[in-house]
């Protein structure tokens, strides 16, 4: 177990870097950051030079890997950064300088167990991707076919493992403050953090994500997912199919090869609601990088490290709000939302549907290019607080991807209308899934399932009730110990502490 003295020292480390960025000067001036924490905040900048204009993506990109990845996923949050810090953090990429071949040939022969040649024909040396997991390199089976090698970089487990416990540490000294600290749920969110890192970490299971979108999405001509080499995949080393086609970020060379951009916008969100709200499964890294136009105007998708679930009761919820605001029934949105238990039962439904609509009601009709689904969650956001609305972690992917896909979808078509693509789809989930019929189909299965737990329900009635509400249980949270500050003496003690440390720190800095 790592004591709060090492955990406090790489706080102060990062905090210094995060300072000479101007990126706590937001924190430190929110009028809702506890004054605990505030202070803390100004003892971490002590002595340090700020800019002008906070740069956090590159604070986030100097302090490492598990930092981006921290980044990006605060970078959907401005309820809990702010909306300027959200907006630069969307800069970070995901991308390093890759490791040499010379220290990733032991990786794969450590992770198959027999020579490389036995294999594959021939392997790239020279990677065409690098990122902060794992870097890509192109070979040939020894089959013939071309596929895409994708290896973990070493050493990069321990050093996530190392950083996720301080980020938990953190969380755990700050949500006892209180106040709009403890509503944000931080523990909570490093936990659904932790989560999805270790999905990434495990090449094994995005190769079965990969597996499973592609059964789910076989409905779906538009889109298409990779299929996985399973002989040639490990917990570590990831081999799928090549892809001929044209990144969905070069703007230019879709053009010159004849694409039609509207079309490839339209699949993309046609494909991204049918993950999301027809099979509950979705990639939840849709940017640019890993989308590929091919022949035919079909999007192909790589990297499913980041994948989003949703429940079927969810996604009902979910599909009724888009359709509510699309058609601007903002008091069946508001009602979901209680319903759901996304707002505490003492606020009034029919002010909240006044506050949707103060936020829904701009956005239809207009193109994206001038008011966007981003826009509208930044308008969310701004009325979480006044209604006592908790995070809800299981909707933090959706959102980010929500957010991705239409920057996508905007870059190849400035002109889409979100709502008016969108409309038609979430239109004829919810007569399918809410129909009659279905209604019908899903109160039998219900009645059939309730009948066979029956005598087992009546044994477990009074201490299995189960509470109403929307979003999932919450993952059990380990015990973390807090440090206490008291009054007097002691604080003072801890604030000198602290700023000779910072001041070690700045001299040190000066010598880089």
Known sequence: MTSAVVHGWRLLKWGRILARHGALRGIERDPNTPPRLRRLLRLARLGARTP???????????????????????????????????????????????????????????????????????????????????????AVTTDGRDVAVKVLRPGVEEEFARAIETYEWA?????????????????LVIETFKRWTARELDLRREAASASELAEAMA??????????????????????????????????????RGYDLPALARALVHAFLRQAIAEGFFHADMHQGNLFAVPGNRIVAIDFGI????????????????????????????????????????????????????VGEPMRGLPVKDMSIGMMLDGLFSITRDFDMATQP?????????????????????????????????????????????????????DVRTLTRLPDLVRRIEDRFPAPGGAPPAPPLREIATVRI???????????????????????????
């Open 219 to 256: 409905a779906e001509p538009d889109y298409r997912v990779p299929a996985v080499d399973w002989q040639r995949t490990t917990g570590k080393v990831l081999t799928i199919e090549w892809i001929d086609g044209v990144k969905l970020s070069d703007r230019a060379a879709l053009v010159a």
């Open 307 to 358: 994948m989003g679930r949703i429940d079927r009761r969810a996604r009902v919820w979910l599909a009724e709000i888009l359709y509510g605001l699309i058609t601007g029934n903002y008091r069946r949105v508001a009602e979901i939302h209680f319903e759901a238990g996304y707002v505490p039962p003492h606020h009034n439904v029919a002010e909240f549907a006044t506050a949707l609509r103060a």
């Open 171 to 187: 969380a755990a000294q700050i949500e006892p403050m209180g106040g709009e600290i403890a509503r944000l749920q931080p523990r």
């Open 52 to 138: 002008a204009t906070p740069r956090y993506a590159d604070a986030f990109q100097a302090i490492g890997p598990a930092a981006v990845k921290l980044g990006q996923t605060l970078a959907t949050r401005p309820d809990l950064v702010g909306e300027a810090a959200a907006a630069d953090l969307m800069r970070l990429q995901d991308a390093l300088p890759p490791v040499p071949f010379a220290e990733i040939r032991p990786q794969l022969l450590a992770s198959f167990g027999r020579p490389l040649d036995h294999l594959f024909a021939s392997i790239d040396e020279v990677p065409v991707g690098a990122a902060s997991i794992a870097q890509v390199h192109r």
């Open 486 to 512: 008291g009054g007097g003496w002691r604080y003072a003690a801890v604030a000198l502490i602290a700023g000779l440390a910072g001041a070690a720190a700045t001299l040190g800095a000066l010598h880089w």
């Open 394 to 446: 299981h909707l933090l992917l959706l959102q980010k991807t929500m957010v991705m896909v239409e920057g996508v979808a905007t870059s190849l078509d400035p002109d889409i209308n979100m709502w008016d693509t969108a409309g038609p789809v979430v239109e004829e989930w919810i007569r399918t899934e809410l129909g009659p019929e279905a209604a019908i189909a899903d109160r039998l299965i219900a």
